[in-house]
């Protein structure tokens, strides 16, 4: 357990953090699929070297999954899920795939300890309630099972939470270790720049953490 209780933790954010430009339903933004790459392919290549440095494999779920989650070594058993039924059928690495809307929904389908990992692409920017899927990733990782977030420099605008649009990269690693910091309880937590100062293409950065 951590020693937050429910919406308190939300009073280390200004009160319009998690409002977005487009407050519709995400179902709605997300009805047609885009089968593209949100980011080059340096940095898929590079969420991929991590994802192997990490050794992230096993029962495995990508949370806010789309067509490709970026493994160079596919998991045994992937667990792929996002709001888009056409891409979500398209993923070839995994082996399962559930629609859900998070910011509606922030429980996840999943018995406590059913994953060795979770990781969650180019997307936590979008949830509204963090704190919540944190907490539900927690429960649903093994103890020991890595949480791992990459992020790069683009987002759908209108859909990333206001807190994210006003800050720079550095900021978001802020943003995203504070996710970190009051849910879990986690230990171990890096933030770490993956591609070099001065790279030319889109950047990568990660934070992963374990449950304890
Ligand atoms: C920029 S795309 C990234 C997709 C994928 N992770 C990748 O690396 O290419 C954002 C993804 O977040 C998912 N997403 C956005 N809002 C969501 C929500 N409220 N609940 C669940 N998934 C969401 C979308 O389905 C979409 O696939």
Partial sequence: MNSYNGNNRYSAFPVDFFN????????????????????DEA?????????????????????MSSWVSHFLTTPKELVALGMNQQELQQNQAAASWMQQDLNVNTLLPFADSSFEAVVCCVSVDYLTKPLEVFDEVHRVLRPGGKFVNTFSNR???????????????????????????????WENLQV?????????GDPVYALWADAT
Avoid: M
């Fill in 20 to 39: 977005r430009a487009d407050d519709g339903l995400d179902a709605t933004f997300y009805s047609s699929p885009r089968f593209v790459t949100h980011i």
């Fill in 43 to 63: 940095a898929i290549r590079c969420i991929g070297e991590l994802y192997e440095e990490l050794e992230i494999r096993g029962t495995v779920l990508d949370l």
């Fill in 155 to 185: 987002c759908f605008p209108t859909k990333a939470i206001n807190g994210w649009s006003r800050t720079d990269d550095e900021g978001h690693a802020r943003i995203v270790a504070q996710y970190y910091n009051l849910t879990g309880p």
């Fill in 192 to 200: 770490q720049r993956r591609t070099e100062f001065g790279h030319q």
